[in-house]
């Protein structure tokens, strides 16, 4: 009997570790079914190998949207054309001052207007063409009272020095251009940009930064290429605004050594009528 009751025990054992061990795998069953639909139902995950890894400018550039490329573009454009404009400008101007103040040194060692009409009628320097237009306006009042020859002297030069700083100014108005509307155009393009990163985002069913992070990064790099072409562009409109300026002040000095000269001139030629009359 004793042998009998521990041969049944032991099958009992065995049969209830059987059962046990298919609960076991019932419930491990159980248990992996939802993580198997999870698996089944989880985003693709994305390779490192299609993703930009050359996140220098120029690599952000190349693996930009088009209407990105198309902003950097326009931003670059308006950079060189930023440049040209102060190299152009700030020789121009050099030259023109050069040749101004050259010309008042001639108006200030001359005694009358016919001495430095001699020396500046070959010219052609603003100075020169102030010299001129006097004196074409001295041969043509030759038969008149010279009561008003020094007013219609004044409205001559007036309007020459309004000419030559027209022309002086031209081009420094893209500068403003640029400077006003860079930053916006740059804005416009990190818009974009980030825009198309968010439509990346919805299409690949991720937020990882790794997708994320170079379409941020091409956006910003347009806001930085506006920074780039509006800075230099504004304090290099300043600089020459100033030396324009500067310029203007230099041409309005030789119109009044121009005009002193008129008016020497002419208390000259009075002078004799009036000893006559004493």
């Known amino acids: 009997m004793g042998v009998w009751y521990r041969w049944m025990r032991s099958v009992r054992v065995v049969a209830g570790m059987r059962s046990a061990r298919g609960w076991g795998a019932a419930a491990l069953a159980v248990l992996a079914a939802p993580l198997s639909a999870l698996a089944q139902d989880a985003p693709p995950v994305i390779g490192t190998a299609t993703l930009p890894r050359d996140l220098s400018p120029w690599g952000m550039y190349l693996n930009a949207d088009p209407v990105v490329k198309g902003v950097l573009i326009g931003l670059a454009v308006a950079s060189f054309v930023t440049w040209t404009v102060w190299l152009a400008k700030t020789l121009e101007l050099r030259t023109a001052r050069g040749e101004v103040r050259r010309d008042l040194r001639v108006l200030n060692n001359s005694v009358t207007l016919a001495q430095a009409h001699d020396q500046l009628r070959d010219g052609d320097s603003p100075v020169s063409q102030l010299m001129r237009a006097a004196g074409q306006e001295i041969r043509l009042s030759a038969n008149l009272r010279a009561d008003g020859l020094k007013e219609r002297i004044a409205l001559q030069l007036e309007r020459i020095e309004m000419a030559v700083s027209r022309k002086i100014s031209r081009g420094t108005g893209v500068l403003a251009t ?14 974009w940009g980030i825009m ?17 992070a170079p379409g941020i990064a091409q956006a910003l790099l347009a806001t930085a290429f506006g920074l780039v072409a509006a800075i230099p562009a504004v304090m290099i409109y300043n600089v020459l ?33 009036t000893q006559a009359a004493e």
Not at 178 to 191: K, Q, R
Not at 196 to 212: E, K, M, P
Not at 253 to 271: E, F, G, N
């Open 196 to 212: 198309n990163s968010f439509i990346g985002i919805s299409n690949a069913h991720t937020t990882n930064l790794a997708v994320v």
């Open 241 to 273: 605004a100033r030396q324009t300026a500067h310029y203007r002040a230099y041409l309005g000095d030789a119109s009044a050594q121009v005009m002193r000269l008129v008016s020497r001139d002419l208390d000259r030629a009075k002078l004799p009528m």
């Open 178 to 191: 640029v400077g006003s509307t860079a930053p916006f155009v740059g804005l416009f393009g990190t818009v």
